[in-house]
T-cell receptor
């Protein structure tokens, strides 16, 4: 079945760039997503990329997709303490409405 | 704009009691609706999804059921709660299968 893997933890200093990585196994993935979850809250959609794209940039966020290696990354430029949260990678296969999530990467930003 | 509401935000229930969690979406019609559970280990487990009124797909057989009595209303229920039903329950909606899912604020359910 489909599988999405993420590293569990990342620690950076305020002002540095953060890079959160994700790998997936389903070669029929059509869309890949990044969600952010703050403590006690629901998931907030940050950005998503269609599988025929290599890169998408949205203000401080840059998504890179290497479809050959099934690798997705989220880069946060100028990371702030308010970016501390859990970040989930998710994918949806062709023709399906359901998402497969990774277990999330906890980003801790220190001042 | 579209909004999604879940309630209650927090719930403490005894083992064996019934459950009803409600989710409603505003500002759209015929959304796809989803219920997820997030356990302490952080992963999200899809419980049910619905592509229309009265159409429910169950992903995991368990002590829970879902219903969609109206177009923009999705209800998660149980007749008798188990300790293992504790967790953070999230409702989500999407416009169609190629649109991203948008999540509610969740319900924290504790079973005593």
């Amino acid at each position: 079945g489909e599988d999405v893997e993420q590293s569990l933890f990342l620690s950076v200093r305020e002002g540095d760039s953060s890079v959160i990585n994700c790998t997936y196994t389903d070669s029929s993935s059509t869309y890949l997503y990044w969600y952010k979850q703050e403590p006690g809250a629901g998931l907030q959609l940050l950005t998503y990329i269609f599988s025929n794209m290599d890169m998408k940039q949205d203000q401080r966020l840059t998504v890179l997709l290497n479809k050959k290696d099934k690798h997705l990354s989220l880069r946060i430029a100028d990371t702030q303490t308010g970016d501390s949260a859990i970040y989930f990678c998710a994918e949806t296969p062709m023709g399906y409405s359901t998402l497969t999530f990774g277990k999330g990467t906890m980003l801790l930003v220190s001042p | 704009s579209q909004t999604i509401h879940q309630w209650p935000a927090t719930l403490v229930q005894p083992v064996g009691s019934p459950l009803s969690l409600e989710c409603t979406v505003e500002g759209t019609s015929n959304p796809n609706l989803y219920w997820y559970r997030q356990a302490a280990g952080r992963g999200l487990q899809l419980l049910f999804y619905s592509v229309g009124i009265g159409q429910i797909s169950s992903e995991v057989p368990q002590n829970l059921s879902a219903s969609r009595p109206q177009d923009r209303q999705f209800i998660l229920s149980s007749k008798k709660l188990l300790l293992s039903d504790s967790g953070f329950y999230l409702c989500a909606w999407s416009g169609d299968i190629y649109q991203p899912q948008h999540f509610g604020d969740g319900t924290r359910l504790s079973i005593l």
